[in-house]
């Protein structure tokens, strides 16, 4: 739990800050600017490329880093790269290789690249909606190494997913990050690109004590920052696991749980 007033709030984006069809409500506008008002900061923080979070900055007002690729790459709102931990150099086309085995689709984020061997596969055309940015695909991954920001296995079985995750902890142990974003997703960082890390560098770059720090998500990759910060929320729509890691958990986000959760723990705490 927090010690002291709450000074920062920093916000998973897909299933926390936006609905499920991916907009940002008045509600959730309004919350912000309530914070805001309370001398609250507030940042962002998402498993999608720098370029997906752009759209955030000007109807929040955002002035704080934009935390992509799950802490992976930090950057300025006007996409200035602050700071990028990339994914070690040995270990980029092992996890290629692990993916594929469990019939895992393979992209990977090369700097301000996204390369997929098939732009008819799952899941593709909606992130390529959602982030607003076009894929380059190859016929293979042999020439893509060094500066590798993320590496993602996607796939709707989620027994096969769940299976790669742990082959991937086995196999790498702490030499990378593994974390499930959604439930199609398995994201493979490097070690410190974590959620946590974020809260840690948003304390130091602010000179705000974690225990003053709160965080609010719904996936399993949220749970790093929850861990760190000083008073946690978990959406209505995450599951069982995630919710028993925070302290709070609010409605869904079909019902404006992050509008909702400002104001009954974030500014309650303040």
Same mark, same amino acid.
């Given at each position: 739990?927090? %010690?002291?007033?709450? +000074?920062?709030?920093?916000?998973d984006v897909?299933?926390?800050?936006?609905? !499920?069809?991916? %907009?940002?409500?008045?509600?959730?506008?309004?919350?912000?600017?309530?914070?805001? =008002?309370?001398?609250?900061?507030?940042?962002?923080? @998402?498993? +999608? !490329? !720098?370029?997906?979070? #752009?759209?955030?900055?000007?109807?929040?007002?955002? /002035?704080?880093?934009?935390?992509?690729?799950?802490?992976?790459?930090?950057?300025?709102?006007?996409?200035?790269?602050?700071?990028?931990?990339?994914?070690?150099?040995?270990?980029?086309?092992?996890?290629?290789?692990?993916?594929? #085995?469990?019939?895992?689709?393979?992209?990977?984020? =090369?700097? /301000?690249?996204?390369?997929?061997?098939?732009?008819?596969?799952?899941?593709?055309? +909606?992130?390529?909606?959602? $982030?607003? $940015? %076009?894929?380059?695909? &190859?016929?293979?991954?042999?020439?893509v190494n060094?500066? #590798? &920001?993320?590496?993602?296995?996607?796939?709707?079985?989620?027994?096969?997913?769940?299976?790669?995750?742990?082959?991937?902890d086995k196999?790498?142990?702490?030499?990378?990050?593994? /974390?499930?974003? =959604?439930? *199609?997703?398995?994201?493979?960082?490097?070690?410190?690109?974590?959620?946590? =890390?974020?809260?840690? *560098? &948003?304390?130091?770059? *602010?000179?705000?004590?974690?225990?003053?720090?709160?965080?609010?998500?719904?996936?399993?990759?949220?749970?790093?920052?929850?861990?760190?910060?000083?008073? @946690?929320?978990?959406?209505?729509?995450?599951?069982?696991?995630?919710?028993?890691?925070?302290?709070?958990?609010? /409605?869904?986000?079909?019902? %404006?749980?992050?509008?909702?959760?400002?104001?009954?723990?974030? &500014? @309650?705490? @303040?």
């Amino acid at each position: 739990m927090s %010690e002291g007033p709450i +000074r920062l709030l920093l916000s998973d984006v897909d299933g926390t800050l936006v609905t !499920p069809d991916k %907009e940002l409500t008045e509600d959730s506008i309004a919350a912000v600017r309530r914070l805001r =008002q309370a001398g609250i900061e507030f940042a962002i923080t @998402s498993a +999608r !490329p !720098p370029a997906g979070l #752009v759209q955030f900055v000007a109807p929040l007002g955002l /002035t704080t880093p934009l935390a992509a690729f799950n802490g992976g790459a930090l950057v300025d709102a006007d996409l200035t790269v602050i700071e990028e931990k990339v994914v070690p150099d040995d270990a980029v086309t092992p996890t290629i290789e692990l993916l594929a #085995v469990h019939d895992l689709s393979v992209w990977v984020y =090369q700097g /301000t690249d996204w390369f997929v061997l098939d732009r008819d596969g799952e899941h593709v055309d +909606r992130e390529a909606w959602i $982030c607003g $940015c %076009e894929p380059t695909v &190859l016929a293979d991954f042999r020439g893509v190494n060094g500066g #590798v &920001l993320k590496i993602v296995g996607v796939s709707d079985d989620a027994a096969a997913g769940a299976a790669a995750l742990l082959a991937m902890d086995k196999r790498f142990g702490r030499r990378i990050t593994a /974390t499930r974003s =959604q439930t *199609y997703f398995l994201d493979v960082t490097h070690p410190e690109a974590n959620k946590g =890390q974020v809260v840690t *560098y &948003l304390s130091k770059r *602010y000179g705000i004590a974690p225990a003053q720090i709160a965080t609010i998500g719904d996936m399993h990759n949220d749970v790093a920052m929850f861990e760190v910060a000083g008073l @946690s929320v978990a959406m209505g729509n995450a599951d069982d696991a995630v919710q028993r890691a925070a302290n709070y958990v609010t /409605t869904s986000n079909v019902e %404006e749980g992050f509008a909702n959760a400002v104001n009954e723990f974030i &500014l @309650s705490a @303040s």
